[in-house]
């Protein structure tokens, strides 16, 4: 065997392009949803009914989160090089890590540790503690503005409950909700990154590219903003807002 590089995600012909081994005008166009499409690339297999509906679920919840870093780094650029939107885009979806949007990939790592573990319940246990003990968060858990209950948490896994992809991720995601309470004196209940690690987790997608899901998502709902600050300008309004709330203040007297 050849120790070449190869691809196998897309080659053409002068009559032909052939995506994953499919022909992309004669099988794809037309026939694949941008979700089912979005499966077959990362994973190389046609996704069933229920993996489609969940991915697509999953998109639809990252999509739109208002002024947030990203939004907000991408109507700044804008702003700055109403020539370039790409640049604008990409200067949002840079500000997706793993403080913001892109923390289902952390939390997909202890779904992962829990899932592996004989005592799923103590290893959540353990895996709460030491990050109490280490005064770090836990990513998936925990909201500013969505609280007792992360609304979209809910409606993810009733999501996946209903297409029968409620699986040992999702329970592992309990697990760790479960065990907070004791180690904090107070409850955190997942948020919608947590959820999402579980349910895609469970879904059969590897807990590696998770974080490109939410890159996938964010993307659309930045050419919204891009669209909006088109129409109705607001970045003017936040620059100035930015101006007053941190006022010059010399440094000796800082």
């Given at each position: 065997?050849?120790?070449?590089?190869?691809?196998?995600l897309?080659?053409?012909?002068?009559d032909d392009?052939?995506?994953?081994?499919?022909?992309l005008?004669r099988e794809l166009?037309?026939?694949?949803s941008?979700?089912e499409?979005v499966?077959?690339?990362i994973?190389?297999d046609?996704?069933?009914?229920?993996?489609t509906?969940?991915?697509?679920?999953?998109?639809?919840t990252?999509?739109?989160?208002?002024l947030?870093?990203?939004?907000?780094?991408?109507?700044?650029?804008?702003?700055?090089a109403?020539?370039?939107?790409?640049?604008?885009?990409?200067?949002?979806?840079?500000?997706?890590?793993?403080?913001?949007v892109?923390t289902?990939?952390?939390?997909?790592?202890?779904?992962q540790?829990?899932?592996?573990?004989?005592?799923?319940e103590?290893e959540a246990?353990?895996?709460?503690?030491d990050?109490?003990?280490?005064?770090?968060?836990?990513?998936?858990?925990?909201?500013p503005?969505?609280?007792?209950?992360?609304?979209?948490?809910v409606?993810?896994?009733?999501?996946?409950?209903?297409?029968?992809?409620r699986?040992?991720?999702?329970?592992?995601?309990?697990?760790?909700?479960?065990?907070?309470p004791?180690?904090?004196?107070r409850?955190?209940?997942?948020?919608?990154?947590?959820a999402?690690a579980?349910?895609?987790?469970d879904?059969?997608?590897?807990?590696?590219i998770?974080?490109?899901?939410a890159l996938?998502?964010?993307c659309?709902?930045?050419v919204?903003?891009?669209?909006e600050?088109q129409?109705r300008?607001?970045?003017?309004?936040?620059?100035?807002?930015?101006e007053?709330?941190?006022?010059y203040?010399?440094?000796?007297?800082a």
């Open positions: 065997m050849s120790d070449r590089p190869t691809t196998s897309c080659t053409s012909s002068a392009i052939l995506v994953r081994g499919r022909s005008p166009i037309g026939q694949r941008f979700t499409m499966w077959l690339l994973t190389g046609e996704p069933t009914a229920a993996q509906a969940v991915l697509d679920g999953c998109l639809v990252l999509m739109e989160h208002g947030t870093p990203t939004a907000v780094s991408t109507r700044l650029t804008y702003t700055s109403p020539e370039a939107m790409q640049g604008a885009v990409a200067a949002g979806l840079l500000s997706v890590g793993s403080l913001f892109g289902m990939e952390g939390c997909a790592e202890l779904l540790q829990v899932v592996a573990a004989e005592d799923p103590a246990a353990r895996i709460v503690a990050a109490r003990a280490a005064r770090r968060k836990l990513p998936g858990f925990g909201h503005v969505h609280r007792p209950v992360d609304p979209r948490t409606a993810l896994l009733e999501l996946a409950e209903r297409h029968g992809l699986g040992d991720h999702c329970a592992a995601l309990e697990a760790l909700a479960a065990a907070i004791g180690a904090i004196g409850e955190l209940p997942p948020n919608a990154t947590g999402i579980a349910v895609l987790c879904a059969g997608l590897p807990a590696e998770l974080r490109g899901v996938i998502s964010r659309a709902g930045l919204g903003h891009v669209r600050e129409q300008p607001a970045m003017n309004a936040l620059w100035h807002a930015a007053a709330a941190v006022p203040v010399p440094e000796e007297e």
